[in-house]
């Protein structure tokens, strides 16, 4: 692996925002998985079968009341968040520039702390959701939070990655399901399962082409040689 120069690592502005709280859970409502994302707060499950506009309205009226009564417990997390965050960071950083050979995009980075159980990246920026408790996990551990920020946060380096070396190689769909697979590669090798203290799993629909994908990273000498060969697979 080739030697780069240090870069200014990214730093992430925690925040406790409920408007992007409702955009999340307004996103996730259009899904399959939307129970799964509210499963703390069941009743909001009617918002399924409102119409658009009635379930956006539902959903508002909804987190803005959990916020008066979780705000101030959320603010008071975002401290323990932050200090848990900077114990791993650098370390974070580090090892994933040495991995790919590439420095961490410029801009501002934002995760907002989310009272639901689903967590989003918005697609072409660096804002993204983080849960709020601690404890999660098959079986339960501490760790969930530092393991979700580096997850989405690995999706933003290699966004930048892939569009500099490997831009318009995949369809969307394609490379939405392939940044998927190369975080459970990447995340669940040694020095970062060191680093997070957390396993990462397949999604069932990916599970054929990681394990494929898995030896294939461990055959390769670079990033650049196994996305090569990950794209020419993806792409049978």
């Not at 399962?193 to 957390?198: D, H, M, Q, S, Y």
């Not at 397949?202 to 054929?208: A, D, L, M, S, T």
């Amino acid at each position: 692996m080739a030697d780069i120069k240090q870069n200014k690592y990214p730093k992430i502005e925690f925040k406790v925002n409920n408007e992007a709280e409702k955009e999340v859970a307004y996103f996730f409502l259009k899904k399959r998985y939307f129970d799964s994302f509210i499963r703390s707060y069941p009743e909001l499950k009617k918002a399924k079968d409102m119409n658009e506009k009635e379930g956006l309205n539902f959903l508002i009226k909804e987190i803005d009341s959990i916020y008066l009564i979780k705000e101030k417990e959320l603010l008071e997390k975002k401290k323990e968040i932050e200090s848990n965050w900077d114990k791993i960071k650098d370390n974070f950083f580090k090892e994933t520039e040495k991995l790919f050979e590439h420095k961490w995009p410029s801009g501002k980075y934002i995760a907002n702390i989310s009272v639901f159980s689903m967590f989003r990246l918005k697609p072409g920026t660096k804002v993204f959701s983080i849960p709020s408790e601690d404890y999660a996990g098959n079986p339960p551990s501490l760790g969930h939070i530092n393991y979700t920020i580096t997850h989405e946060m690995m999706h933003i380096l290699f966004e930048d990655y892939y569009k500099t070396h490997f831009k318009g190689r995949l369809e969307l769909e394609e490379y939405y399901d392939f940044l998927e697979i190369v975080n459970c590669i990447i995340l669940n090798l040694p020095q970062f399962k060191a680093i997070t203290k957390w396993v990462t799993y397949p999604y069932p629909e990916h599970k054929e082409r990681y394990e494929h994908l898995k030896q294939v990273y461990k055959d390769c000498n670079s990033m650049k040689e196994f996305v090569e060969k990950a794209i020419e697979y993806i792409k049978k």
